[in-house]
């Protein structure tokens, strides 16, 4: 023992004396060495020019004392260190210093990812071969439908409450429970996360809200409260119930764990996709763009963040010209999920730090989105969930995100939709592609005058679907009668050849497509 206590001091005196000689802080050095071998490594690294940082990892040793403490560097050392900080240890820019001050930092979508990977469902990202060829790019989909409640909604969810068990106690939140306003996605996620981890939950949902997901959310055991036109009256209502409930309230797309939560769908998508260059995102309360732009810009700053909304509730974009969170008019839409009537000032802080442009699609180019979606991808999903190359305008960069040989990745948030919505839906994506038209023609009202324009129609491959006669409001020959026809067709081109034989037989077709023009 004390010849071993002797061939420290040796050892450690010899590496004062040989640390100095060679220009390296003699207490680094000591740190660093255990034997007369480490001594010799630590020396001959630094004449290759190698600098030791104090918390640096010392040189492996084949033997190491147990009685070998290892000295703490000395005041004046620390001060040197602190003055001159070596190359490794940067100063972080105004930048970087922002970014960590944000609501929700990368930090919290890491620490989010590890404490839901046992409780979600991490989905793929699919490669969508159709629209890859459509837009002559790489179209990666990030099916969260998949999700046993069918959106990403999940994610933020099981990580809010998780994070209200840690901080108000178990024993407090299951006697109480949680509450939340929610057009369907975040109440059923909560109603299931809830009921898995064994803490009560309460929703107020809008009237506007569908069915389907109503009805799963007291299977969930859920207690159901509807109030209020849209999700924003829903939220007064509950926060109204607090105060004498005592429920904690869980915002669906604002609470710092629920962007959080949403963020690590961007975790997946650079490690599923590394060579990605572009994400597209459906934007309601910018809960999950906030999310997902902030972890994918963090791991990798290069790629291109797109948000997509519907013009008929365009609150990010409102909130983006107003520079802060502004009410914004919000009417009935296909993406009824999305009908937030202003974004959330937390998810808005952290988006509009990270997303690169966000742009607004109309209600014809929603439904089409989900026909394209269901006959080419098998995929079926709710209107707010379904943002990306058949919603995205031509304009913008948005429009353009398709170049040739790019990567991009559109996120599928949620399937949940009315069977009833979803039939009215695909009857507008088949108007929208051209393969559903109606038009008003006159036709000869004696006997065989509509059996011609019939089977004029049926001998060039049109299915009549509808039709309907008008005599009444007609100020013409008393012989002739307006139809109109709703024709089921091929696409555009058919439609076009089908206007081509009937302005060729005398009938002059009208459109009712909005404009009433001609397509030829």
Same mark, same amino acid.
């Given at each position: 023992?004390?010849?071993?206590?002797?061939?420290?001091?040796?050892?450690?005196?010899?590496?004062?004396?040989?640390?100095?000689?060679?220009?390296?802080?003699?207490?680094?050095?000591?740190?660093?060495?255990?034997?007369?071998?480490?001594?010799?490594?630590?020396?001959?690294?630094?004449?290759?020019?190698?600098?030791?940082?104090?918390?640096?990892?010392?040189?492996?040793?084949?033997?190491?004392?147990?009685?070998?403490?290892?000295?703490?560097?000395?005041?004046?050392?620390?001060?040197?260190?602190?003055?001159?900080?070596?190359?490794?240890?940067?100063?972080?820019?105004?930048?970087?210093?922002?970014?960590?001050?944000?609501?929700?930092?990368?930090?919290?979508?890491?620490?989010?990812?590890?404490?839901?990977?046992?409780?979600?469902?991490?989905?793929?990202?699919?490669?969508?071969?159709?629209?890859?060829?459509?837009?002559?790019?790489?179209?990666?989909?990030?099916?969260?439908?998949?999700?046993?409640?069918?959106?990403?909604?999940?994610?933020? &969810?099981? %990580?809010?409450? /998780? @994070? $209200?068990?840690?901080?108000?106690?178990?024993?407090?939140?299951?006697? =109480?429970? #949680?509450?939340?306003?929610? &057009?369907? %996605?975040?109440? /059923? @996620? $909560?109603?299931?996360?809830?009921?898995?981890?064994?803490?009560?939950? =309460?929703? #107020?949902?809008?009237?506007? &809200?569908?069915?389907?997901?109503?009805?799963?959310?007291?299977?969930?055991?859920?207690?159901?409260?509807?109030?209020?036109?849209?999700?924003?009256?829903?939220?007064?209502?509950?926060?109204?119930?607090?105060?004498?409930?005592?429920?904690?309230?869980?915002?669906?797309?604002?609470?710092?764990?629920?962007?959080?939560?949403?963020?690590?769908?961007?975790?997946?998508?650079?490690?599923?996709?590394?060579?990605?260059?572009?994400?597209?995102?459906?934007?309601?309360?910018?809960?999950?763009?906030?999310?997902?732009?902030?972890?994918?810009?963090?791991?990798?700053?290069?790629?291109?963040?797109?948000?997509?909304?519907?013009?008929?509730?365009?609150?990010?974009?409102?909130?983006?010209?107003?520079?802060?969170?502004?009410?914004?008019?919000?009417?009935?839409?296909?993406?009824?999920?999305?009908?937030?009537?202003?974004?959330?000032?937390?998810?808005?802080?952290?988006?509009?730090?990270?997303?690169?442009?966000?742009?607004?699609?109309?209600?014809?180019?929603?439904?089409?989105?989900?026909?394209?979606?269901?006959?080419?991808?098998?995929?079926?999903?709710?209107?707010?969930?379904?943002?990306?190359?058949?919603?995205?305008?031509?304009?913008?960069?948005?429009?353009?995100?398709?170049?040739?040989?790019?990567?991009?990745?559109?996120?599928?948030?949620?399937?949940?939709?009315?069977?009833?919505?979803?039939?009215?839906?695909?009857?507008?994506?088949?108007?929208?592609?051209?393969?559903?038209?109606?038009?008003?023609?006159?036709?000869?009202?004696?006997?065989?005058?509509?059996?011609?324009?019939?089977?004029?129609?049926?001998?060039?491959?049109?299915?009549?679907?509808?039709?309907?006669?008008?005599?009444?409001?007609?100020?013409?020959?008393?012989?002739?009668?307006?139809?109109?026809?709703?024709?089921?067709?091929?696409?555009?081109?058919?439609?076009?050849?089908?206007?081509?034989?009937?302005?060729?037989?005398?009938?002059?077709?009208?459109?009712?497509?909005?404009?009433?023009?001609?397509?030829?």
């Amino acid at each position: 023992m004390i010849r071993s206590m002797l061939a420290s001091a040796h050892r450690r005196t010899a590496a004062s004396s040989l640390a100095s000689s060679a220009g390296i802080a003699p207490s680094i050095v000591t740190r660093q060495t255990r034997s007369y071998a480490d001594l010799a490594a630590v020396l001959a690294r630094a004449a290759a020019g190698f600098r030791y940082p104090i918390s640096a990892p010392r040189p492996f040793s084949a033997s190491v004392a147990a009685s070998d403490a290892i000295d703490e560097p000395p005041v004046e050392q620390k001060e040197e260190l602190a003055s001159n900080p070596p190359p490794w240890r940067k100063a972080k820019s105004e930048r970087e210093r922002l970014l960590e001050s944000l609501p929700v930092t990368f930090a919290d979508i890491s620490r989010a990812n590890v404490a839901i990977r046992t409780g979600i469902k991490r989905t793929p990202c699919v490669k969508s071969y159709f629209l890859s060829e459509l837009l002559g790019a790489n179209i990666f989909l990030k099916p969260e439908i998949q999700q046993f409640t069918g959106s990403f909604k999940e994610r933020g &969810a099981r %990580n809010a409450i /998780l @994070a $209200l068990l840690r901080d108000t106690g178990e024993e407090k939140l299951r006697s =109480t429970g #949680v509450i939340a306003a929610s &057009a369907g %996605n975040h109440a /059923l @996620a $909560l109603a299931y996360h809830g009921k898995d981890l064994g803490v009560p939950v =309460t929703v #107020v949902m809008p009237t506007v &809200a569908p069915l389907a997901k109503v009805d799963k959310c007291r299977k969930f055991g859920a207690k159901i409260i509807i109030h209020g036109a849209h999700i924003g009256e829903a939220k007064e209502y509950a926060e109204k119930l607090i105060a004498s409930s005592g429920l904690e309230y869980v915002n669906g797309y604002d609470d710092p764990p629920i962007i959080a939560g949403a963020g690590t769908i961007g975790i997946e998508i650079i490690e599923d996709v590394p060579c990605v260059d572009a994400v597209v995102v459906p934007v309601g309360g910018a809960g999950l763009i906030a999310g997902v732009a902030c972890a994918v810009k963090t791991l990798k700053p290069d790629v291109k963040v797109y948000g997509v909304e519907p013009e008929f509730a365009a609150s990010y974009t409102a909130a983006l010209n107003a520079g802060e969170p502004v009410p914004a008019e919000v009417t009935p839409t296909l993406a009824d999920g999305l009908a937030v009537p202003m974004v959330g000032p937390h998810a808005f802080e952290v988006a509009r730090h990270y997303v690169d442009e966000c742009v607004t699609c109309t209600e014809k180019e929603v439904s089409l989105a989900i026909l394209r979606l269901i006959e080419n991808e098998k995929m079926v999903c709710g209107g707010g969930r379904r943002h990306g190359p058949g919603s995205t305008p031509s304009g913008g960069q948005a429009g353009q995100a398709g170049a040739e040989g790019e990567e991009h990745r559109r996120t599928i948030g949620g399937g949940n939709i009315d069977t009833t919505v979803l039939g009215r839906v695909l009857e507008r994506g088949l108007a929208a592609d051209d393969r559903m038209k109606n038009f008003v023609a006159t036709v000869s009202d004696r006997p065989g005058g509509t059996a011609r324009l019939t089977t004029l129609l049926g001998n060039h491959g049109a299915s009549i679907k509808d039709m309907y006669h008008e005599r009444a409001f007609l100020h013409s020959n008393i012989d002739h009668v307006h139809v109109k026809v709703v024709v089921e067709l091929q696409g555009k081109e058919h439609a076009q050849e089908i206007e081509r034989v009937l302005i060729e037989k005398g009938y002059d077709p009208v459109w009712d497509d909005g404009t009433h023009k001609r397509m030829i």
